[in-house]
């Protein structure tokens, strides 16, 4: 598990620090809070994350709220995962979707708290918040499909991806689903299970993204059948 949160956090930070630097709320300028924030980053740079982490909890606690107030709660919870800290990540990220549910952060804050749920071994909800922030068109769905891909590979079997296909949300999703079960099927030497994945992705989502995994895939098992 460790590898695959290290993974996931490198993927992430640059993302996320890039963001938090542009993407804000409109709302009451204040300098304390620019120039705290600014603070705060370089310190998460410098992975002084205890420092980071409060320099982002006072920004949080300004009044009213200002244009580094939604930064700061992911920012803050993204430096407590590194600090080891997942429960009060958690609650970080809980407090900044119940009061900014329309913040452009939104997806930012899903991903996040699919960190916290994959640190605290909660697999499922995990999925969950990763396909949120994968389903949104800001830029950190790519992130999170890859957080996606490798939680699945690591942590679920054929049959537990099996009965998220009701769940799917669109074709695409779909046909993932199947191509993460065809690979896994393949893993374990299924031929059958592997050609009738692959069926499905040719017969019903002939347009899906994948292809060149698919390839593989096919290459994979008419290898097996040579």
Excluded at 85 to 93: C, D, H, I, K
Aim: glycine share 4%.
């Amino acid at each position: 598990m460790k590898k695959l949160l290290l993974a996931i956090a490198a993927s992430i930070t640059l993302f996320i620090l890039n963001s938090a630097l542009h993407a804000q709320e409109p709302v009451e300028y204040s300098a304390q809070a620019e120039q705290t924030f600014s603070l705060a980053v370089e310190s998460y740079k410098e992975a002084r994350f205890a420092e980071a982490s409060a320099g982002f909890e006072r920004i949080i606690k300004l009044l009213p709220p200002n244009q580094r107030t939604t930064a700061a709660y992911v920012m803050r919870a993204k430096s407590l995962l590194r600090l080891n800290e997942p429960l009060e990540a958690g609650r970080t990220l809980r407090n900044f979707i119940s009061l900014h549910p329309s913040s452009s952060y939104m997806p930012d804050a899903e991903y996040t708290m699919g960190l916290v749920y994959v640190r605290i071994q909660r697999y499922d909800d995990a999925v969950q918040s990763f396909l949120a922030a994968w389903r949104s068109d800001a830029e950190v769905r790519r992130a999170a499909f890859e957080a996606l891909d490798r939680l699945l590979g690591v942590y679920f079997t054929v049959d537990a991806i099996e009965r998220l296909l009701p769940q799917a949300k669109s074709a695409d999703e779909r046909a993932f689903y199947w191509l993460v079960m065809g690979e896994k099927d393949a893993e374990a030497g299924r031929a059958v299970a592997v050609g009738a994945a692959l069926d499905t992705l040719y017969r019903n989502y002939p347009g899906n993204p994948f292809r060149d995994r698919i390839a593989l895939l096919r290459a994979s098992l008419e290898q097996r059948s040579n």
